[in-house]
């Protein structure tokens, strides 16, 4: 199958003032040769800490910002050589809900000017239609037609994140890009929040890239997990009703550490000790991103970047403990 969205060797630097001056290796760098793929349909949760890419990616992959280097392919075809006409339509098929609905609408427009103008922007309905394309998808997010009356301000954080799901839903949408979308919300309405994206997901066949740096989140949402770490993919696994596995990386295994659990006798001891914060934000080298970090290192590990590897079918990890020790089985490693 062809993948609707494909990502190759992505990188994204930041330029620093240095960069000014002449200094090249001033460079922020963001992302390295990130790889990524998602097929028509499908749900793919990518995960990491704050600051390690998430939102960057998700801009390249919707088209607003330029990666330093790779390509960008949307059903196939490298979208630098598309012409305007291609971009408009790659803009209307892949939106984004980011995080904070605050700053997404006009304070002086109505949430129904606001539809109103997402729905310009890429067709030409008369005003009946478009009346009723407002109060369609404002009634699939649960809010009644009177919203579009209302000005940002009037609507509370759960109510304006989910005229932000209908300004991203307005347009019909392939692929949505879900940037946090209830971390900024109130923990008692964000199963009902993540409940109804759900839904709208599968009642609109989207295909659907759920950010988060709450695995359990992706765990709820998606069908496929990849995980980031300082702008490196670390492991991709698949979330199959009977996986036995689950993810191995020890980054990974650490994010899984650090969802809550109720039961005292299943809590994790020396938790605290494998999630210790780097001293410093690890600048790109030669070895693994995670050597400093791993409670599993080992000197190889800080001298060669491990690379992205088949462990089993659709389960890939970049870490030297799978691929070095080859004579120490995956069931063993993990346990
Ligand atoms: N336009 C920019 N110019 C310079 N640096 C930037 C820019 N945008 C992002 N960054 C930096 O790039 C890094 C990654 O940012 P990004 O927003 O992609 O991370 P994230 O994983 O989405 O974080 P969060 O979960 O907190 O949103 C951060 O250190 C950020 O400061």
Redesign the pocket.
């Known amino acids: 199958m062809l993948p609707l969205l494909e990502l190759k060797n992505i990188s994204k630097d930041?330029g620093c003032s240095e960069r000014l001056t002449g200094k090249e290796d001033s460079d922020?760098h963001?992302l390295r040769n990130v790889n990524f793929a998602i097929n028509p349909g499908e749900s793919i949760g990518l995960i990491?800490e704050?600051?390690?890419?998430?939102?960057?990616l998700a801009k390249i992959a919707a088209g607003l910002v330029n990666p330093t280097q790779g390509q960008v392919l949307y059903s196939g075809k490298n979208i630098k050589s598309f012409n305007f006409e291609d971009m408009q339509r790659v803009r209307k098929d892949v939106q984004i809900i980011f995080q904070s609905s605050q700053s997404i609408f006009n304070p002086y427009h109505t949430i129904g000017k606001s539809l109103r103008q997402a729905l310009e922007n890429f067709e030409k309905l008369s005003k009946n239609e478009m009346e009723k394309r407002i109060t369609a998808i404002l009634d699939k997010v649960g809010l009644d037609s009177s919203f579009a009356l209302r000005y940002p301000e009037k609507l509370s954080g759960g109510q304006r994140q989910r005229a932000n799901i209908a300004r991203a839903l307005i347009v019909q949408p392939r692929l949505i890009i879900c940037d946090?979308p209830v971390a900024s919300l109130d923990f008692s309405i964000r199963k009902k929040t993540l409940d109804m994206l759900k839904g709208l997901i599968q009642e609109m066949s989207l295909t659907c890239l759920f950010i988060s740096?709450d695995i359990s989140t992706v765990y709820y949402t998606c069908q496929k997990v990849a995980v980031m770490y300082q702008g490196v993919m670390l492991e991709w696994f698949p979330l199959t009703p009977d996986r036995h596995l689950g993810p191995v990386h020890p980054y990974s295994r650490s994010l899984l550490d650090c969802v809550p659990v109720s039961h005292p006798a299943r809590r994790i001891k020396g938790r605290e000790k494998r999630l210790a914060e780097p001293e410093q934000k690890v600048l790109f080298r030669k070895g693994c991103v995670f050597y400093e970090r791993c409670p599993h290192s080992q000197p190889g590990c800080g001298k060669q970047a491990p690379a992205l590897q088949p462990l089993a079918e659709g389960h890939f990890v970049a870490c030297h403990r799978y691929h070095l020790q080859e004579n120490i089985s995956v069931q063993q490693v993990v346990l």
Do not use: I, M, N
Request: with cysteine; charged share 15%.
């Open positions: 930041y922020f963001v990491g704050s600051g390690c890419g998430k939102t960057t946090e740096h």
